[in-house]
């Protein structure tokens, strides 16, 4: 075991603070990555909040993870020392059910095993990015491209493949409308790969605060849905709607927007049920739909494509000291569009 520096929830609710954790020894297919950035998602705090359930403590967070390999075990043939690196929201998964032979890791049946407040296959809980290091087995590796800059590139790791995925499988592309609900973190990688994708992009925000941006992004509309005439006049628009929002929704008024057997696709996770009246999806033949991250070999061709089309996160860069206000700051929305920790500081 290595002991290295981090940061760390001591329990739930409880601010972050500078503490140590023991990093497992370099394993036969194991890579030893040095971390250099660490996006700050906003599931991090639903997971430090337990607003998902109860969770592993104490706690280091960080799924979005980009670095240099600084040493590879013996079996490992994907990557070598001094190589640019990126960590996603697993590190391992069963890799023998249909989904892990089909490259849906995240979809596992034998579970996958989460970066950071999850139990590893040795019963070991795992910690996140908000590290000086990690040891991660290199099929769960990505490659981030000599194009892409480490800062900009690490957010993709969760929200870069969280819109890519759902964008890609119900075919964004030339000729179809695609709205993108929230214009936060998430909301605003969806915005610049969807228009990169070739549709035609709408933002649908709470309010026009973050208009400029969003153009600027790459949307061609944007709408506040805080003004009901948003809904009458964008009735039967979309051909697919992604939400990003982790609030709970009026899901019926949102599907009103799609098109005859338009998709709504989910990717925001509300701590509480929603209802519906399946009037909305059954009139129209709609489909409500989710998605969760993406696969490894997809979040590789994500990072692909984002390079070939210069796609970094928008991202205020923080020391580790910040973190505690970097997460009231997310809470209120208050951030353009992703805090990225240089571990440096740590
Ligand atoms: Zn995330
Ligand atoms: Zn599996």
């Known amino acids: 075991m290595t002991t290295v520096a981090a940061y760390a929830a001591p329990a739930a609710k409880a601010p972050l603070e500078r503490t140590t954790i023991e990093r497992r020894e370099v394993g036969e297919h194991d890579v030893l990555i040095d971390i250099k950035f660490a996006g700050i998602c906003h599931s991090d705090i639903h997971q430090v909040r337990e607003g998902w359930g109860e969770a592993i403590f104490p706690m280091v967070p ?13 079996g490992v043939t994907k990557y070598a020392v001094g190589d640019r690196v990126g960590v996603g929201c697993m590190v391992d998964s069963c890799r023998e059910c249909d989904n892990c032979r089909a490259g849906r890791e995240q979809y596992c049946t034998g579970g996958m095993v989460g970066t950071y407040n999850a139990l590893d296959k040795n019963g070991e809980p ?13 099929n769960y590796v990505v490659r981030i491209p000599d194009g892409l800059a480490l800062d900009v590139a690490a957010p993709l790791l969760c929200a870069g493949i969280t819109t ?8 964004a592309g030339p000729g179809k409308k ?18 990169a ?6 933002v649908l925000s709470q309010s026009l605060r973050k208009k ?20 009458e006049d964008l009735r039967g628009t979309f051909d697919l709607i992604v939400s990003t929002v982790s609030a709970p929704l009026d899901l019926g008024a949102y599907l009103s927007l799609l098109k005859t057997e338009g998709t709504l696709a989910n990717v925001g996770a509300p701590e509480e049920p929603v209802s519906l009246n399946l009037f909305s999806v059954i009139g129209g033949g709609k489909t409500l739909a989710g998605s969760m991250i993406g696969g490894i070999a997809e979040t590789q061709e994500m990072l692909d494509f984002c390079a070939t089309h210069g796609i970094g996160a928008e ?8 973190i505690n206000e970097a997460y009231e700051r997310v809470l209120n929305s208050d951030v353009r569009y992703r805090f990225v920790i240089d571990t440096a500081t740590i």
């Not at 609900?181 to 909301?187: R, S």
């Open 164 to 171: 890519y995925s759902p964008l890609k499988r119900w075919g």
């Open 126 to 138: 795992t910690y996140g990015g908000y590290a000086q290091t990690i040891v991660v087995d290199e």
């Open 197 to 202: 994708l070739g549709a035609e992009v709408t």
């Open 178 to 195: 695609v709205a993108i609900l929230g214009m936060g973190g998430l909301g605003h990688m969806g915005v610049k790969i969807a228009h």
């Open 62 to 74: 960080g799924h979005e993870i980009a670095g240099v390999v600084s040493e590879v075990g013996p």
């Open 212 to 231: 400029d941006d969003g153009l600027k992004l790459g949307a061609d509309h944007y709408h506040a849905t805080a003004d009901q005439k948003t809904f």
């Open 315 to 322: 991202i205020e860069l923080i020391g580790a000291a910040e």
